[in-house]
């Protein structure tokens, strides 16, 4: 317990030792001998989350996506429905194989994609932007038989995972700088192609800074070059279009873009899903052919599936269908019309603040904000507020705190925005200097 202790009143300190293993317990542990009561285990579990972050009360900026108990149990109770039905099992669970293809052809008219286009119902962002990646490449291969190292060209704010797939698939990444604007800068893109090129991306918005890349100006450079353009709209798929309807001014990102190949976008952020639901969407149909895996050299027989996972979650594709049901086009609109105004008022209270400057433009929901007076450290204004129960996001460039709103941070903003202005002052009357933290999960 003595890291337990270390971590008094500092919030930054708290936040390393909250996940760490206390010393005692890195010892070998077995599976118990005999096994234990379901009411014992489970108030332990409910006492090993009582030292988690508070997500119920709009205490943690970003991972989890709510609104209100009613929706919640929706989500979870179309989960629990299908709890133990395996969604690898398409012919034993056609009801799992009908609702994917549900979802995906409400995200297809969703993104305005041509009657050509298909996608699948995949785990998540990560796995909808690996494949999107495997795809492309095997694309590219199947279309010149040359061995050349593939290449990717994406924004330097495009998501890590973009770098993982690649890893994994042995493809370069090229990461183009952004403007003054902060989206991609364009020529920057245009020089990075070259023969070995297999794919460019936009982010639609990306989520260092949640501004979206100009999708058009991208769409002229793959029509032009022949390359292929995809477009990762994870984070703000499902609610840009609903903002948008609500009269935010929101960019064109979708299909309807000339130019736009694929496109990924996560149920399990703003569709409101229970975790593990994303799509990602192609143009046309045939790109698709590139996507899938089919072994025939087995005593079992022939296996294939369409996506990177073998058994896969039935739970997870019943909540999202559930949730698009409940929901529909009105509430996913009500929940964008919260999220907006919520962000509208953080950014006006923040901007109230002596010595805080948001930073400009985030086109959706994600808030930006730094220190503009020497004497308060932003790090230090970040460990005041980890004091007071809040999990606090940082962004290494520029140095900031960062928030991703969703409808659960609706009814706290004020609550925050007094939490800030007091950690603001504090820090400002003490000379308080924190430390740098910009690990990002
Ligand atoms: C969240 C996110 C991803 C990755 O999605 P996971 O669901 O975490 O795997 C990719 N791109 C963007 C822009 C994201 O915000």
């Known amino acids: 317990m003595a890291l337990m202790q270390d971590a008094s009143d500092i919030g930054g300190i708290e936040l390393l030792t909250r996940n760490a293993t206390p010393t005692g317990e890195t010892a070998r542990i077995g ?60 012919r034993a669970f056609p009801s799992l194989q009908r609702m994917e293809s549900e979802i995906v052809r409400m995200a ?43 290449k990717v060209v994406v924004p ?25 604007d902060l989206r991609v800068n364009i020529d920057g893109v245009r020089r990075a192609i070259d023969s070995r090129t297999i794919l ?22 793959a029509n032009g070059e022949g390359v292929w353009l995809h477009v990762d709209a994870c984070f703000g798929g499902f609610l840009a279009p609903f903002a948008r309807a609500e009269g935010y001014p929101i960019p064109e990102f ?8 694929s496109l990924s976008a996560d149920l399990h952020k703003y569709g409101f899903s229970a975790r593990g639901a994303s799509v990602l969407l192609y143009a046309k149909a045939d790109l698709k052919a590139h996507q899938g895996f ?16 073998g058994s896969r979650s039935g739970g997870a594709i019943a909540s999202a269908w559930a949730v698009t049901q409940y929901l529909g086009q009105t509430g996913y609109r009500r929940l964008a019309r919260k999220i ?14 002596p010595g805080l400057e948001v930073l400009k433009p985030s086109d959706l929901c994600i808030v930006l904000y730094r220190s503009t007076d020497q004497r308060v450290d ?62 990002t999960y």
Request: glycine share 8%.
């Open 294 to 309: 089919r072994f025939d050299d087995w005593p079992r027989g022939s296996y294939s599936t369409d996506t990177f996972l």
């Open 156 to 180: 330097v704010t495009a998501h890590p995972a973009f770098d993982k797939a690649a890893q994994y698939l042995d493809i370069d990444v090229v990461r183009i700088d952004v403007g003054a």
């Open 378 to 439: 932003i790090n230090a204004v970040a460990e005041v507020l980890g004091t007071r129960g809040w999990f606090v996001g940082r962004s290494r460039e520029p140095q900031a705190l960062h928030l991703a709103l969703n409808a659960v941070h609706a009814p706290i903003i004020e609550e925050y925005l007094s939490d800030l202005r007091c950690a603001v002052q504090h820090v400002r009357a003490t000379g308080l200097q924190g430390k740098r933290d910009d690990s």
């Open 31 to 90: 599976i118990p001998t005999e096994g234990r009561r379901w009411s014992e285990i489970r108030s332990e579990l409910l006492t090993r989350k009582s030292n988690d972050f508070d997500w119920r009360s709009g205490k943690v900026p970003l991972y989890v996506y709510h609104d209100d108990d009613e929706l919640l149990a929706v989500s979870r109770e179309a989960y629990c429905l299908y709890f133990s039905e395996n969604a690898l099992g398409g």
């Open 108 to 150: 297809l008219s969703l993104f305005r994609a041509p009657q050509s286009a298909s996608g699948s119902f995949t785990s998540g962002g990560t796995e909808s932007l690996f494949l999107a990646l495997k795809t492309a490449r095997d694309h590219f291969r199947a279309r010149r038989a040359s061995k050349v190292r593939p």
């Open 200 to 221: 460019i991306a936009g982010s639609a918005p990306c989520y260092p800074y949640g501004v979206f890349d100009s999708i058009a100006q991208l769409g002229e450079i």
């Open 340 to 353: 907006m105004d919520a962000k509208e008022r953080l950014v006006r209270g923040i901007g109230d603040i």
């Open 254 to 261: 979708e299909f309807s873009v000339p130019g736009v190949t």
